[in-house]
C-alpha cells in the first residue's frame, strides 16, 4: 500500500508540477489616463535583491498590470526592462509599479503606452503615502498581492515572484574578459564604423537605440570612441541568470544588457 501512494503522489507531483510553473497572476481592474481607460487583467511581478547597488531605494517589487498577458522575462533587468519596449511597439498596454517589498509608502509608476513621440521616455511618475499606498497588501510564500483604489486608478492583484538570481560578480580582468563586456565592445565598434545593422545585432529588442534615426546614428562615432575608452577599465560585472550590470570607470557610469536567443545583448 505504501508503494502504490508513494508511485500515486509521484504521478500528481509530474501533473501539477507544469500547472504549478505556468501559474499566471491575475489583476481586476482599471487605470485611466491620456491614452484612455486600461482594462487591467494581467499581473506579473519580479523580486529585486539590488545586488548591484542601483536602486534608489533598496530591494523593490517590480509589477505590472496590464491588459494582455506579459511574461515574467519582460521585467528583468535593472533599467529599460522589455516591457517597456513592448509598451513602445503597442504590444502591452497597463501600468509598471516598483515599490518596496515591506510596507510601501511610495511607488515609482510607468505607464505602458507608445509615447507621440518615438525618441520620448515613456510617461513615468511617484506615488506616495505615509499611512500607506494599499488598502491591502501582502508578499508572502513567493506571491504578492493587494488592492489600490485612487482617483482614475483602482485594481486588485495576486502574482508569483519571479527572481533573476546572481550568477557571478567579477571584478578586474575577469570582468574584463566576460561575455557581456564583449557585446558592449561589439557594439561600440560598429558605432565607431557607423555601422547601423552591426550595432542592432547586438543590441536587445528593448534598446533604445532601435528608435534612434539613422542620420543621428551617423554622429555617434565620438560616443563609440569614448565607449571603447571606458570599457578597457571595467571595473566590476554582474551576471544574472538572465541580465548582466557591467560598471564602468567613471563614477555612476553602467551598462545594462539581457539574454536574449541566448546570447547577451545590450539594453541600453
Given at each position: 500500500m505504501?508503494?502504490?501512494?508513494?508511485?500515486?503522489?509521484?504521478?500528481?507531483?509530474?501533473?501539477?508540477?507544469?500547472?504549478?510553473a505556468?501559474?499566471?497572476?491575475?489583476?481586476?481592474?482599471?487605470?485611466?489616463?491620456?491614452?484612455?481607460?486600461?482594462?487591467?487583467?494581467?499581473?506579473?511581478?519580479?523580486?529585486?535583491?539590488?545586488?548591484?547597488?542601483?536602486?534608489?531605494?533598496?530591494?523593490?517589487?517590480?509589477?505590472?498590470?496590464?491588459?494582455?498577458?506579459?511574461?515574467?522575462?519582460?521585467?528583468?533587468?535593472?533599467?529599460?526592462?522589455p516591457?517597456?519596449?513592448?509598451?513602445?511597439?503597442?504590444?502591452?498596454?497597463?501600468?509598471?509599479?516598483?515599490?518596496?517589498?515591506?510596507?510601501p509608502?511610495?511607488?515609482?509608476?510607468?505607464?505602458?503606452?507608445?509615447?507621440?513621440?518615438?525618441?520620448?521616455?515613456?510617461?513615468?511618475?511617484?506615488?506616495?503615502?505615509?499611512?500607506?499606498?494599499?488598502?491591502?497588501?501582502?508578499?508572502?510564500?513567493?506571491?504578492?498581492s493587494?488592492?489600490?483604489?485612487?482617483?482614475?486608478?483602482?485594481?486588485?492583484?495576486?502574482?508569483?515572484?519571479?527572481?533573476d538570481?546572481?550568477?557571478?560578480?567579477?571584478?578586474?580582468?575577469?570582468?574584463?574578459?566576460?561575455?557581456?563586456v564583449?557585446?558592449?565592445?561589439a557594439?561600440a565598434?560598429?558605432?565607431?564604423?557607423?555601422?547601423?545593422?552591426?550595432?542592432l545585432?547586438?543590441s536587445?529588442?528593448?534598446?533604445?537605440?532601435?528608435?534612434?534615426p539613422?542620420?543621428?546614428?551617423?554622429?555617434?562615432?565620438?560616443?563609440?570612441?569614448?565607449?571603447?575608452?571606458?570599457?578597457?577599465?571595467?571595473?566590476r560585472?554582474?551576471?544574472?541568470?538572465h541580465?548582466?550590470?557591467?560598471?564602468?570607470?567613471?563614477?555612476?557610469?553602467?551598462?545594462?544588457?539581457?539574454?536574449?536567443?541566448?546570447?547577451?545583448k545590450?539594453?541600453?
Amino acid at each position: 500500500m505504501a508503494v502504490r501512494a508513494a508511485a500515486f503522489a509521484a504521478v500528481l507531483a509530474l501533473v501539477a508540477g507544469p500547472a504549478l510553473a505556468l501559474d499566471p497572476g491575475v489583476a481586476s481592474g482599471t487605470f485611466k489616463g491620456d491614452a484612455g481607460t486600461i482594462e487591467l487583467r494581467h499581473a506579473v511581478a519580479l523580486s529585486q535583491d539590488n545586488a548591484e547597488g542601483l536602486l534608489d531605494d533598496g530591494p523593490q517589487v517590480r509589477l505590472v498590470l496590464s491588459q494582455e498577458e506579459v511574461p515574467p522575462e519582460a521585467l528583468y533587468g535593472v533599467v529599460f526592462p522589455p516591457v517597456t519596449g513592448l509598451a513602445r511597439k503597442q504590444a502591452v498596454h497597463g501600468i509598471m509599479l516598483e515599490f518596496a517589498p515591506k510596507a510601501p509608502t511610495q511607488m515609482h509608476m510607468v505607464i505602458l503606452a507608445k509615447p507621440d513621440d518615438p525618441q520620448a521616455t515613456l510617461t513615468n511618475g511617484s506615488l506616495s503615502n505615509s499611512e500607506g499606498l494599499f488598502k491591502r497588501f501582502q508578499v508572502s510564500g513567493g506571491r504578492v498581492s493587494g488592492a489600490y483604489e485612487s482617483d482614475g486608478m483602482t485594481f486588485t492583484f495576486d502574482a508569483p515572484l519571479a527572481t533573476d538570481p546572481v550568477q557571478a560578480d567579477l571584478k578586474g580582468p575577469a570582468a574584463a574578459a566576460s561575455e557581456p563586456v564583449k557585446a558592449l565592445i561589439a557594439r561600440a565598434e560598429a558605432i565607431v564604423r557607423g555601422d547601423l545593422a552591426g550595432a542592432l545585432a547586438v543590441s536587445a529588442e528593448s534598446s533604445n537605440l532601435r528608435n534612434v534615426p539613422p542620420d543621428q546614428f551617423k554622429q555617434a562615432a565620438p560616443m563609440g570612441r569614448e565607449m571603447l575608452k571606458q570599457l578597457k577599465v571595467t571595473k566590476r560585472v554582474v551576471i544574472r541568470e538572465h541580465t548582466a550590470v557591467v560598471f564602468g570607470a567613471e563614477h555612476g557610469s553602467f551598462s545594462t544588457l539581457v539574454r536574449e536567443g541566448g546570447a547577451w545583448k545590450v539594453a541600453d
